[in-house]
């Protein structure tokens, strides 16, 4: 089983270097416009499988403790250190 997370942060550099580096997963930036603010911001995109999501929170945690976290189960995931069906 995976797990996509969207992560809004106003620390959103020191959140991807830390997943890069602690949960050794990569990032997707997404471009977004906040509905309140209406300034843009970024959305990091991550996927993990299950067993990771615990780091990937916690990390994501310690670096911003103010961070917006949204998890949802991932119907299929292929690519890269996921499942390859060649």
Do not use: H, W
Request: with cysteine; proline share 3%; charged share 30%.
């Amino acid at each position: 089983k995976t797990k996509t997370t969207l992560i809004i942060s106003n620390e959103y550099l020191d959140v991807q270097e830390a997943i890069y580096t602690r949960v050794d997963r990569g990032v997707t930036r997404l471009s977004a416009q906040g509905g309140f603010t209406d300034k843009e911001r970024p959305v990091l995109m991550c996927v993990v499988n299950s067993s990771e999501l615990g780091v990937l929170k916690r990390t994501i945690k310690e670096v911003d403790p103010e961070a917006f976290v949204i998890v949802t189960d991932s119907a299929e995931v292929v690519g890269r250190g996921f499942y390859d069906p060649a």
